[in-house]
């Protein structure tokens, strides 16, 4: 790897530390924890104090352009977390920016009746 990779992959680690290290999810405030790459993008409700998993969601099966695609995902975690009684979470974009499909999977999620 060239110094200039290197750097950027450096620098993303702090960005998604900085981020991480500000939140902390419980059994009744869960962290929501958003993936995104360049195709596809997941989310999941994670218990930091007994670290598992309550529920994920990923974009397997869902049609439409990515940003569509985004906020039907949102929209289905919100329906497991209400599901799972859970009625707030702390958000975690991780080292990407909230716009574009973070945003509209937030937006899709705070629609479904979850707070944060």
Request: proline share 1%; net charge positive; charged share 40%.
């Amino acid at each position: 790897m060239s110094n200039k990779e290197i750097e950027k992959k450096l620098k993303k680690q702090r960005r998604a530390k900085r981020t991480r290290a500000k939140i902390h999810g419980t059994e009744k405030l869960p962290r929501l924890a958003v993936s995104r790459s360049i195709k596809h993008i997941s989310c999941q409700l994670i218990d930091d104090d007994t670290g598992k998993t309550i529920v994920s969601v990923s974009d397997k099966g869902l049609k439409g352009n990515k940003t569509e695609v985004a906020k039907q995902v949102g929209t289905k975690m919100a329906e497991l977390a209400v599901k799972n009684k859970i009625g707030s979470i702390v958000f975690d974009r991780r080292d990407k920016k909230y716009h574009g499909r973070v945003k509209a999977l937030a937006e899709a999620v705070r629609e479904g009746g979850v707070k944060f």
